[in-house]
Each structure stands twice: as structure tokens, then as C-alpha cells.
């Protein structure tokens, strides 16, 4: 049987539609659709239903669907007994990450690594949605909540600050805010409530409940794009605006917060070279960019 339509199988299960199999193998949807019917013929067998939100697992397929998984679990023994031509990690290691943290942050180190192993490749989703290890969206996963399910590893990686911003003009023009009651005579900016990915990202009821907003969306850069245009206060990483001029933290010892990045891999994946290289750079990363992450918050062990 031929393992590489196997491979076709497997990511389908996983993501449930062509379009998330093809992103996951680097192949067009028509590729993953048409492995999926050679695979289909020569087992004789219907192993997919298809449905308006995708394809679901037939029971032809679920009962294929562990002895898939026991042979991938054997192909990721053959690489890891392989010596890496060179010596180095070569490969691809998919790593996801919120969007700002893995767009201002991770996006130039590894970079950097990228050169520094030229066989090794990256990719990095960095996303304003939750990825999950189980789909196989990613290798390596940074979220806000710690994975609870499946043999994985986890670390905690690092701890970072938030703190309420608004833009030195707007400030200047608007209210004084020197307690938080002042805050109830500002605009605010904030996510979607209810595209909201993670309870993790939910500030405002602890500080103010705003009788409207003047600006929300999914995107943590639109936010602060929307704060650097004056259109009210949001809640922002220090990360994203302590490097920023025109903003400016207000109420600082009341409007503060403090969040959690935990990383997580499969479990099978822990000896493979080119994981290990990333797994562990990622951890010097965010030692090295404590000061910015987390400004007077103490050291977490990672």
C-alpha cells in the first residue's frame, strides 16, 4: 500500500477538508482530493463522507485511522535514527503563535536560525486564533492556555506584561484619567466578543466596562494601529507598545496585567533533531527578551 496516499489520509482526517490537508502537505486541494480516491480504489472502501463543511471520517475510515497513525509513529523512528545530512537539523518545523508575540517577537530570531541551519525551514503561523497540536496545524504551538489533552510536552515559556494605552495626543485633548473612574468619559478599543479565541485575552471586566466601543476586530496589530490613530484606550502587550513614541501608559499601577505563553509539542516528536533545535531556541529567545516581554515581572523558569 502505498504510504505517501497514507500520508493524504491522515492529514485529511486530522484537518476534515482539502483545503486544510493541501496547507498541511504543500500540495493543491485537487492533489489531496485525488490521492484520497486512488487511495479509496484500491481499498475497495469509502473512507471519507463528504459534507458541506468538509469530509468526515467514514467508518471504513475510522477503523484504517489507528494502523495510519502506528505506521506514521514508525516513520518518525526512521528519522530519528537518520544522521541529518551535514549535521545539522534540516526540515520543516511548523511553529504556531498568537499574532503579535509571533509577528514582533519570534518572526526575526527565527529568521536568524533559518540562516544559521540552512537546511532547516520554518514556518510560522502567526495567527489571531487558537492552533491545536491534536489537528496537526503546527509542530510547535505558544498559547495562552496550556494544552490539557493528548501526549504532549509542555513548558511554561515565559510570562509577559499588558498595560493600558492610549496615544500622547489623544490624552492630551481628552479627559484626564487619574483614577478609574475617569475612565468611564473615554472611547475604548478591544477584540470581537464574541470571536474572542481565549478567556485568557478577556481585561476590561476587571478594569471598566465601557459603554461602547469605538473600535474593535480580531487583530491585536489593528488594535494598536487604532490606538496610534487616537481613536481611544486599549489594553496592549508591552511588547507591541513600550517601543512606541506616540503611546503612552495610562494608569500604570491599575491597568496592569500579566498573561502566560506556555509552548507544547507531540510527545513523538521530542527526539527529532530538527524539533529539538527549534524547541530549545525558542526558550533562549524569550530569556533574551525578558526586559520587553515582561517588564518588572520576575523570571519565570522555562
Known amino acids: 500500500m502505498d504510504w505517501d496516499n497514507l500520508r493524504f489520509f491522515l492529514e485529511l482526517a486530522r484537518t476534515g477538508t482539502l483545503a ?10 485537487t492533489t489531496v482530493s485525488r490521492r484520497i480516491q486512488a487511495l479509496e480504489k484500491q ?3 469509502t473512507l471519507f463522507a463528504r459534507e458541506a463543511g468538509g469530509h468526515r471520517l467514514a467508518e471504513a475510515g475510522r477503523h484504517l485511522l489507528p494502523s495510519v497513525e502506528a505506521m506514521e509513529a514508525a516513520v518518525l523512528g526512521v528519522e530519528r ?8 537539523p534540516s526540515g520543516l518545523v511548523r511553529v504556531g503563535a498568537t499574532e503579535g508575540f509571533g509577528t514582533l517577537i519570534l518572526a526575526p530570531h527565527l529568521a536568524c536560525l533559518t540562516q544559521k541551519h540552512p537546511q ?15 489537528r496537526r496545524e503546527a509542530d ?10 493528548g501526549s504532549v510536552i509542555v513548558v511554561r515559556l515565559t510570562d509577559y506584561a499588558l498595560h493600558l494605552y492610549g496615544q500622547r495626543g489623544y490624552l492630551a485633548r481628552s479627559f484626564p484619567v ?26 476590561l471586566d476587571a478594569l471598566h466596562q465601557p459603554e461602547r466601543f469605538a473600535f474593535r476586530s480580531t ?30 501608559r495610562v494608569l500604570p499601577q491599575q491597568a496592569r496585567f500579566t498573561r502566560t505563553f506556555w509552548m507544547s509539542m507531540p510527545a513523538e516528536s521530542k527526539y527529532l ?14 530569556q533574551r527578551e525578558q526586559a520587553l516581554l515582561a517588564p518588572g515581572v520576575p523570571e519565570q523558569a522555562a
Do not use: N
Not at 473612574?181 to 481565549?198: G, K, M, N, P, Q
Open 120 to 134: 532547516l525551514s520554518i514556518d510560522l503561523l502567526a495567527l489571531p486564533r487558537m492552533l491545536h497540536l491534536s
Open 43 to 45: 481499498m475497495g472502501a
Open 140 to 149: 510547535i504551538i505558544i498559547s495562552l492556555e496550556r494544552p490539557t489533552r
Open 20 to 29: 486544510g490537508a493541501a496547507r498541511r502537505l504543500g500540495v493543491e486541494h
Open 81 to 88: 535514527a537518520a544522521p541529518a545530512p551535514g549535521g545539522g
Open 273 to 286: 533533531a530538527r524539533m529539538q533545535a527549534v524547541w530549545g531556541f525558542l526558550k533562549e529567545t524569550v
Open 178 to 203: 487619574t483614577q478609574r473612574e475617569d475612565l468611564c468619559h473615554h472611547a475604548f478599543i478591544s477584540y470581537v466578543d464574541d470571536l474572542l479565541f481565549t478567556k485568557e485575552l478577556q481585561f
Open 219 to 248: 487583530s491585536i496589530t489593528a488594535q494598536y494601529e487604532a490606538v496610534r490613530a487616537g481613536a481611544g484606550l486599549a489594553v496592549l502587550p508591552a511588547f507591541l507598545a513600550d517601543r512606541d513614541p506616540l503611546l503612552q
